[in-house]
């Protein structure tokens, strides 16, 4: 039995399939895939990200203390509610997580971490902290409900206080606001507008249910995959991880090289490989042929070298495969995959395959 999110009941007795994530037990689907992919799209979805983690971090000195340890850079963020995402780095540039950080004040940041890399991520904000007096307080006592689509946020705010749901509805992208003990913030992980919802365990299923009664569809990790993948985003573990750096997963764009005097964690190693060449890039690939990318499939890229799909999903909106690889930084827009013993011909191109629900790729 895996770890459980205070919908887990929930989803058991909507006759969700249940697989293990990360070591939780989460819904994979609630029936068709498909379906809840496009309800996405097209109208609005809900998915339960409980097993992801909120952390409270505080302390006079917590902005130094996140500008050494983020590969990104806090200090800009001068606005309370203000997102940022970055890598969180080992010392030899390896991705320890990606996460996104909000600046609440001077002395509060509130973080949101990955599911599977939760009790290292909090090892390490707790090992690094003590320099600094920072506290390090992961709020167990949070739930977290994404809603997304064109009309998430506005079936969302029928269900919250008044002024809130005014305030919600004006937050710019990446921004957040807090209306304690609930957090709403206009970020997502779909490539489409909404909201991810912070507020108490022993709230979620009654606000689930009323999300349910708005009209906004239950959606699983499926779901969830296949659209995170048409918006060109990051899976960690997948696309990203200890032996990698940002600067050869697509994310080199989160690295803040300025202030130049700004010794975060990692920058040297980043530095080197960067003076170097980086040797490999992650691209975006789409397959012409009726066979599926999955991860782990060689990519051949002729007369240069060979690569590995690191993501891959048939994608319901292009309706056909697609996926996400690292190859060599000589890669051009051609290349072949193998599978299933078959050198297919896969055109390489720059992600996002979807923007705002559009083919955002030439197909």
């Not at 983690?53 to 983020?70: E, F, K």
Request: charged share 25%; aromatic share 8%; hydrophobic share 40%.
């Amino acid at each position: 039995m895996g770890l459980r999110t205070p919908l887990h009941d929930v989803h058991v007795a909507a006759g969700a399939r249940m697989v293990d994530f990360g070591g939780w037990d989460m819904p994979v689907n609630y029936g068709s895939q498909i379906e809840e992919h496009h309800a996405v799209r097209r109208d609005a979805g809900m998915f339960d990200v409980s097993h992801m983690c909120v952390v409270d971090l505080r302390g006079a000195r917590v902005r130094d203390y996140l500008r050494r340890l983020l590969a990104n850079d806090v200090a800009k963020l001068t606005q309370s509610g203000k997102a940022l995402y970055s890598c969180m780095l080992r010392e030899n540039g390896g991705v320890i997580d990606d996460l996104i950080v909000y600046y609440m004040d001077d002395q509060w940041y509130r973080m949101v971490v990955n599911a599977g890399t939760r009790d290292k991520d909090i090892e390490w904000l707790r090992a690094h902290a003590g320099g600094d007096g920072v506290s390090v307080e992961p709020r167990f006592d949070l739930a977290m409900i994404a809603v997304q689509g064109p009309t998430a946020r506005q079936r969302a705010a029928t269900l919250l206080e008044p002024a809130f749901a005014a305030q919600a509805l004006e937050l710019g992208n990446f921004f957040g606001a807090a209306h304690d003990p609930w957090f709403v913030a206009r970020t997502g992980y779909t490539g489409e507008d909404g909201w991810e919802i912070m507020l108490p365990a022993d709230r979620a299923a009654g606000f689930w249910a009323q999300l349910r009664e708005a009209g906004v569809r239950p959606c699983g990790l499926g779901a969830r995959d296949t659209l995170r993948l048409e918006a060109g985003m990051n899976l960690y573990g997948s696309d990203m991880d200890e032996t990698t750096s940002p600067l050869e997963s697509g994310l080199g764009w989160t690295i803040a090289w300025d202030p130049q005097d700004r010794d975060f964690i990692g920058r040297g190693a980043l530095a080197a490989q960067k003076a170097s060449g980086v040797p490999r890039k992650l691209v975006g690939l789409i397959l012409s042929d009726r066979a599926v990318l999955r991860s782990h499939q060689k990519v051949v890229v002729p007369a240069v070298g060979e690569g590995e799909v690191t993501s891959g999903t048939f994608s319901p909106t292009l309706e056909r495969s697609i996926g996400l690889a690292r190859v060599p930084s000589q890669t051009t827009d051609r290349c072949e995959v193998e599978i299933r013993g078959r050198l297919l011909p896969a055109t390489v191109v720059r992600p996002p395959f979807v923007r705002h629900g559009k083919i955002a790729v030439a197909l």
